[in-house]
């Protein structure tokens, strides 16, 4: 209810605003020279100047004329000292940009428009400028979040370095005066300041926010702003006006992140960022070392806190992990430009971070797509970061063995900390690969899928996690919307008990997985078990759900489940299968049947009677059967379901055979006893035996062929 009341205050505070708009809100548009802005915005100049140490080498002019009481000739100063001082190295700070996407991203704004999240927009106007709530033609918050985090504002200056279009840079000056004007600090007593105080739990979409978020603030100042103002500096068509309303902007953002920003999270390193990069870039602000100091030592502390021994961050994202790669290896960048020292410890944790990006690889070199993740292609990123930290093995492994050296250690690992257990038969690009998730649930971005295996071979993807396709309803997880169906088990390849998916866990581990107990790797198999203990929503009955996976090296996958029940569940085992899989059955076998391309039967074994379905693209009366490859792209995917009704705790047994094209015959021999599973394999004329407890205890798992 009360997410209901700030959504309305909101939405009557806009019709409000808009209906009172005079027939002078075009006038900022003409606000180019100092004179105009100090007589029309007077508080605020007073504002920059009470910011500004009068005392930095080269202010002496601003600092004398501040003194006879002269606030225009002191403006005025300012700026000629600003047009003059020399600072490229925070212009080398922008990510790389496409100069084609550049190109068309700046056609797009002198007119106006912008393209976000695939939606190319008329920008519609308010207040005389841009309506900076916009929420696209969706209404997705997301939209409106990057509206504000000014990122395509650098795709200008990438286009004006080959043309030299000062109407480039006119178009800049517009854009961030607008918002500038347009965006004071927010008052006392604005919304935004409740979801600043952490003691409610109110979050910015329950108020419609997406102007003044610390998170775009950190992306605005520690990607776009410094490095946009001394691109452009010494430009004419960069008006005084637009650098003395950057300069007073920048100082009321450094100044609210340095209040405001959060912790233990990954927008922390986003809003340091920025905080380090104003403080470095702007020392003439009699703040800026407490900003850069600051933001320095929270991030020293964030990236030991958020980022676990393994070198995991803890949200458990491949995607946000990222994240907060690129903006802890930011700080430290920005720091070395300027001059400054950044302790080895501190870089020691950026390798650690980008040696599970580098082990964590599909052999096509893209992500896994675990929680709040897409299928990003981690392989340029890689082998930039194994130059810079002389990392032969990550080449090896990003070029599948065409460049660097070739690692020391087995291609399969484990990440104990974060739960992870990546298989893999090899380096090249048509191996074995498998992510079986056995961690925490993660302090962010998480997805209810606990013990969901994703299943790669010869090239392509076979078994697959679902992806995030939409922020829109952002924390559901009610598989009848898009975002709750792709956050909840029913996207994932788990188990539903009583047709419901998994509750929340813990968000972070007490302590790391131990090899010998929980995991184990050897030259013939790796295996895994975990274990999901927190109860499935709705469900009164306890149930537990302990999962094993154990990869046969260039052979197949066994997975085994347990259930431990004390009454009769009815349980959906999900296998979701890549889109574009044709799905048949032979008895309770499921295989795709895709000729002249890879292949994967899935194979059921022990004392269970099965009812299997296949679905595809269904929206009602619940969503099942769809994959998002990347964020708002979605399409169907045939999802395979054993079905079955268990009348006490129960234990079976799942192999999955990948083949290069058909999939081959295959004899299987299962008996269970006295808490074992005793199978073989027969693959091709060639026999696996194995043995698997139900209980954890890798001692009695046995593999011999």
């Known amino acids: 209810m009360m997410h209901q ?132 033609p969706i209404k997705d918050d997301e939209f409106g979040y990057s509206l504000n985090g000014h990122s395509y504002l650098t795709s200008l200056y990438a286009t004006w370095k080959n043309t030299n279009d000062n109407n480039l840079i006119k178009t800049f000056d517009q854009i961030v005066k607008d918002w500038v004007i347009h965006h004071p600090l927010p008052e006392e007593g604005d919304s935004v300041y409740v979801v600043l105080d952490p003691n409610q739990r109110i979050d ?61 999270h ?90 599970y990006l580098a082990y964590c690889m599909r052999p096509d070199g893209h992500q896994p797509i675990n929680s709040d993740s897409d299928r990003e292609d981690l392989r340029e990123r890689v082998l930039i970061a194994a130059k810079k930290f002389n990392r032969p093995d990550w080449e090896w492994v990003a070029t599948n063995g065409a460049l660097g050296q070739k690692p020391d250690q087995n291609p399969s690992l484990t ?58 309803n952002y924390f559901s997880f009610d598989p009848k919307i898009w975002r709750g169906y792709f956050r909840s088990s029913f996207s994932h390849n788990v188990i539903l008990v009583n047709g419901k998916g998994q509750d929340e866990g813990p968000t972070m581990a007490a302590a790391p997985l131990e090899e010998g107990i929980d995991f184990i790797h050897t030259d013939l198999y790796d295996y895994a078990y975990g274990t999901f203990n927190d109860g499935f929503e709705g469900v009164d009955t ?36 890549t889109p574009g899989r044709k799905i048949s059955f032979k008895d309770d076998v499921a295989f795709s049947d895709n000729p002249g391309e890879p292949n994967l039967k899935i194979v059921p074994l022990g004392d269970v009677s099965w009812q299997t379905d296949v679905v595809e693209g269904q929206e009602e009366p619940f969503i099942q059967g769809w994959y998002s490859r990347d964020y708002t792209i979605k399409e169907p995917n045939p999802a395979v379901i054993y079905a079955s009704k268990l009348e006490k705790s129960q234990s079976f047994i799942w192999v999955l055979v990948p083949s290069e094209d058909v999939s081959p015959e295959i004899q299987t021999r299962h008996q269970q006893k006295s808490g074992l599973h005793t199978i073989s394999v027969s693959v091709d004329g060639k026999t696996t035996h194995i043995t698997l407890p139900v209980k954890k205890d890798i001692s009695k798992v046995k593999v011999s062929q």
């Open 5 to 136: 009341f700030f959504k309305s205050t909101v939405l009557l505070l806009s019709i409000l605003i808009i209906g009172c708009q005079g027939p002078d809100d075009n006038k900022w548009r003409n606000y180019n020279s100092t004179d105009k802005l100090v007589k029309e915005y007077p508080d605020r100049i007073k504002s920059l100047f009470s910011e500004l140490n009068p005392d930095y080498p080269g202010l002496e002019q601003v600092k004398a004329n501040l003194e006879s009481g002269d606030t225009l000739s002191a403006a005025t100063a300012l700026v000629s000292y600003f047009r003059n001082v020399d600072r490229d190295w925070v212009v080398t700070t922008l990510d790389p940009i496409d100069e084609e996407q550049a190109e068309i991203m700046s056609n797009l704004l002198m007119s106006d428009s912008i393209t976000i999240h695939g939606s190319k927009v008329k920008m519609p106007y308010v207040n005389g400028g841009w309506k900076w709530n916009y929420t696209g």
């Open 204 to 264: 910015y979409r329950d108020i419609g926010e997406v102007e003044w978020r610390t998170l775009e603030g950190g992306r605005r100042l520690g990607a776009t702003w410094p490095q946009m103002f001394y691109a452009f500096h010494k430009e004419e068509s960069f008006s005084d006006a637009g650098i003395l309303l950057m300069l007073t902007s920048i100082a009321d953002q450094a100044n609210f992140l340095r209040q405001y920003h959060k912790s233990g």
């Open 266 to 355: 990954n927008w922390t390193t986003m809003e340091m960022n920025g905080l380090a990069l104003v403080g470095l870039s702007f020392p003439e602000f009699s703040k800026a070392e407490d900003w850069s100091s600051y933001a320095l030592n929270v991030m020293s502390t964030e990236i030991n806190r958020q980022v676990y021994p393994d070198g995991l961050q803890t949200e458990l994202s491949t995607k946000t992990q990222w994240v907060a790669l690129r903006r802890f290896e930011s700080v430290a960048n920005n720091f070395t430009k300027a001059n400054k020292e950044i302790s080895q410890a501190y870089l020691d944790r950026i390798e650690d971070m980008y040696n």
């Open 415 to 472: 990440f104990p900390w974060a739960g992870i257990h990546i298989t893999r038969n090899g380096w090249d690009a048509n191996a074995h690969w498998s992510f079986f998730d056995f961690g925490a649930y993660g302090t962010g971005h998480q997805h209810r899928d606990k013990l969901h295996l994703s299943v790669v071979a010869f090239g392509k993807d076979l078994l697959v996690d679902g992806g995030r396709y939409t922020h829109e």
């Open 542 to 577: 306890r149930v537990v759900h302990s999962r094993s996976v154990l990869y046969v090296h260039d052979q197949f996958w066994v997975v085994m489940d347990n259930l431990e029940t004390d009454q009769p569940i009815d349980i959906q085992a999900l296998w979701h299968y």
